[in-house]
């Protein structure tokens, strides 16, 4: 196996380290003969040192980092780092600075040369130089931590978007988990109490039963599909829940067909529809009324699901009520909060004798997946 397969993010910065460190020291390189070559008259070995300190510096700044790596940027302190920055510089500027000159020097004169260079220099000249080769160094110290930390940081967050996006899907799917046994258990025991009494409705009712749980598996790999997808789920789910319940239930769905082609988050209405007819089986006179309503107000849907009844607890709602389904709408909230960041907004009101669940998305502002919106067909 290969660093590539085990350590991909490790080479990914190791990859991206040696591309700046090269583009760094070009560009240096670059700079300095450019500024030579205008403002000095240089003779070929000038170019020579220019390359050999630049050869060295490359060095130097990458064994420098072999310390720096063992920094630990999350624990350590701006003061502390700010002091481990001008030990290191300082430090490595001296070694490099010493260590260019000599192989320069020795490269033409021997290192007899080297001593007779020391001894012949000027001390203000050699302040000069390491001071200017320690503001090089701390430069470069101060660039690589701060990529550092802006790589680390960004890492991080990549990392908690995707344990929180990670954590939204399984409540979510966790949902699905809650809500399928609960409405299958109830559908194939309708099924069987059709099948000596009615067998044409019997099999109207598992074509109807097996539709719906494919759409219930095929979306959960379809984030975004149209509202016209997640209707029809909903009708076979009530078309069952008729057969069950008889003249007990009274559906009525008043779309405005603009909205039908608006992308949604997969299996966001069933939830609610589900909702309103076990709650509203417990708390309305009967029939049952459920009433799905959509409309567009300017770049948003207004998507509302109401049921004959009342809250089942004063000051908790019906649909948050229940120990089968008690966090359906919490959930629900948290998925909104994760695709409609800022753009959506739930609202429970009882008015008129009717409980209803009111959610309001803008496409535009929101949908984080809009992307990945399917086929209308949703096959």
Request: charged share 20%; with cysteine; proline share 4%.
């Amino acid at each position: 196996m290969t660093p590539r397969i085990l350590f991909p993010g490790v080479e990914r910065r190791l990859y991206s380290f040696w591309r700046l460190q090269a583009f760094g020291w070009l560009f240096y390189l670059v700079v300095y003969a450019f500024h030579m070559g205008m403002f000095r008259n240089p003779k070929p070995e000038d170019f020579v040192r220019i390359l050999v300190g630049v050869a060295t510096g490359f060095c130097m700044t990458t064994l420098l980092r072999i310390p720096y790596r063992r920094v630990d940027t999350t624990t350590c302190s701006s003061g502390t780092l700010a002091v481990r920055i001008a030990i290191g510089s300082l430090a490595a500027a001296q070694a490099w600075f010493w260590g260019s000159r000599f192989l320069y020097v020795s490269l033409y004169h021997g290192a007899g040369g080297f001593a007779d260079w020391v001894r012949n220099s000027h001390p203000a000249k050699f302040l000069y130089a390491c001071f200017f080769d320690t503001v090089l160094f701390i430069i470069w110290s101060t660039l690589y931590f701060l990529i550092r930390i802006w790589i680390d940081w960004n890492r991080q967050r990549q990392m908690t978007d995707a344990s929180s996006l990670s954590t939204q899907n399984l409540q979510f799917q966790t949902l699905r988990f809650q809500l399928n046994p609960h409405f299958l258990f109830n559908a194939l025991n309708a099924v069987r109490a059709l099948i000596e009494e009615d067998r044409t409705t019997a099999k109207r009712l598992i074509t109807e039963l097996s539709e719906f749980l494919r759409y219930s598996l095929v979306s959960k790999d379809r984030p975004v599909v149209p509202l016209q997808c997640e209707i029809d789920a909903v009708k076979r789910y009530l078309s069952i829940e008729s057969i069950r319940y008889e003249a007990k239930l009274d559906v009525v769905m008043n779309l405005d067909p603009e909205t039908l082609d608006y992308p949604i988050v997969s299996y966001l209405v069933h939830p609610l529809v589900e909702n309103a007819v076990r709650f509203g089986m417990r708390t309305s006179k009967m029939p049952l009324r459920v009433k799905i309503l959509s409309r567009l107000e300017n770049d948003s849907l207004i998507l509302s699901v109401c049921n004959s009844g009342h809250w089942m607890d004063s000051g908790v709602p019906a649909h948050e009520n229940d120990s089968g389904n008690g966090n359906s709408l919490a959930l629900i909230r948290r998925l909104l909060e994760t695709e409609y960041p800022e753009a959506h907004r739930l609202d429970l009101v009882e008015s008129d004798g009717f409980v209803c669940v009111s959610l309001h998305l803008n496409k535009r502002m929101g949908l984080k997946d809009e992307k990945a919106l399917q086929s209308a067909d949703c096959r």
